[in-house]
Nanobody, 117 residues
Framework: QVQLVESGGGLVQPGGSLRLSCAAS????????MAWYRQAQGKQRELVAV???????NYADSVKGRFTFSRDNSKNTVYLQMNSLKPEDTAVYYC???????????WGQGTQVTVSS
């Protein structure tokens, strides 16, 4: 069974940093585009960042210049480095894996990020 396991969430003060990780198992990782989504309480889930199977990245305007998305294919893991965090970054962050060619998509269970003083 495919698993995406997120880690690294927590409570941080405004201006602080966190690094989220998402470890994938039982998928052909290098074929998948990976993404982070987030969902704040009472709001719809939104796309935060994408990294393609080829390593290209794209970010939501709200996180550009603050977040960095990377992948380590040798570890089947992606990382989201989040700097200069703001209270509005508070949300549950979900890891997503998508293989468009074969219409396969998987989600992690989510990790809570809270930015508060």
């Amino acid at each position: 069974q495919v698993q995406l396991v997120e880690s690294g969430g927590g409570l941080v003060q405004p201006g602080g940093s966190l690094r989220l990780s998402c470890a994938a198992s039982r998928i052909s990782f290098t074929n998948y585009d990976m993404a982070w989504y987030r969902q704040a309480q009472g709001k719809q889930r939104e796309l935060v960042a994408v990294i393609t199977s080829g390593g290209s990245t794209n970010y939501a305007d709200s996180v550009k210049g603050r977040f960095t998305f990377s992948r380590d294919n040798s570890k089947n893991t992606v990382y989201l480095q989040m700097n200069s965090l703001k209270p509005e970054d508070t949300a549950v962050y979900y890891c997503n894996a998508k293989w468009i060619r074969f219409n396969r998509e998987y989600w992690g269970q989510g990790t809570q990020v809270t930015v508060s003083s």
